[in-house]
Antibody, heavy 123, light 108 residues
Framework: EVQLVESGGGLVQPGGSLRLSCAAS????????MDWVRQAPGKGLEWVGR??????????EYAASVKGRFTISRDDSKNSLYLQMNSLKTEDTAVYYC??????????????WGQGTLVTVSS | EIVLTQSPGTLSLSPGERATLSCRAS???????LAWYQQKPGQAPRLLIY???SRATGIPDRFSGSGSGTDFTLTISRLEPEDFAVYYC?????????FGQGTKVEIK
């Protein structure tokens, strides 16, 4: 059974940093692109960024709203995905989901999602 | 960047009725790389449809997707009580892979 479990959320002050983790199981993690998606309270879904697989040199992409502040990485030996968030702003307050891209070749829809972890940026 | 606009914002229907949700893209979505998700309160989204019309694993056949280019539709043939939720479209043919703002299907 495919499982994605996020952790690391919490309360942080504006300008602070936080690192989220996503532990994957039940599939060959190294084959898949992995993404982060967030959802502000009462709002819609916003794509945050992506890390491609080893075959695509682990390249990353980011939404304009987080580029230069957030960094996505992965450790295939630990089946884990990470989101390092720096210079946090109040507008980064959201539930953060990790999501698996369905296909192993190129981009695709998200067929599995974690349960989400809440990040609150407030003084 | 492709912008997706969903309509209507809210759809008020009764169980057993047919629901038709629209998703319009600001430019053509390549290869019909359009997906639909369902989200219930407090839960993660669930993939329903991808490639504009292919049902994801385990999705009942009352859910169907259609469309191409810039206009896409999600149809729920007969609403079940568990179908009342928010639905999002997403394009993944170009970067960034953005979402529409959502359509809430509520009980009338």
């Amino acid at each position: 059974e495919v499982q994605l479990v996020e952790s690391g959320g919490g309360l942080v002050q504006p300008g602070g940093s936080l690192r989220l983790s996503c532990a994957a199981s039940g599939f060959t993690f190294s084959d898949h692109y992995m993404d982060w998606v967030r959802q502000a309270p009462g709002k819609g879904l916003e794509w945050v960024g992506r890390t491609r697989n080893k075959a695509n040199s682990y390249t990353t992409e980011y939404a304009a709203s987080v580029k230069g502040r957030f960094t996505i990485s992965r450790d295939d030996s630990k089946n884990s995905l990470y989101l390092q968030m720096n210079s946090l702003k109040t507008e980064d307050t959201a539930v953060y989901y990790c999501a698996r891209v369905l296909t192993t070749v190129g981009g695709g829809p998200f067929d599995y999602w974690g349960q989400g972890t809440l990040v609150t940026v407030s003084s | 960047e492709i912008v997706l606009t969903q309509s209507p914002g809210t759809l008020s229907l009764s169980p057993g009725e047919r629901a038709t949700l629209s998703c319009r893209a600001s430019q053509s979505v390549s290869s019909s790389y359009l997906a639909w998700y369902q989200q219930k309160p407090g839960q993660a989204p669930r993939l329903l449809i991808y490639g504009a019309s292919s049902r994801a694993t385990g999705i009942p056949d009352r859910f169907s997707g259609s469309g191409s280019g810039t206009d896409f539709t999600l149809t729920i043939s007969r609403l079940e009580p568990e179908d009342f939720a928010v639905y999002y479209c997403q394009q993944y043919g170009s970067s960034p892979p953005g979402f529409g703002q959502g359509t809430k299907v509520e009980i009338k």
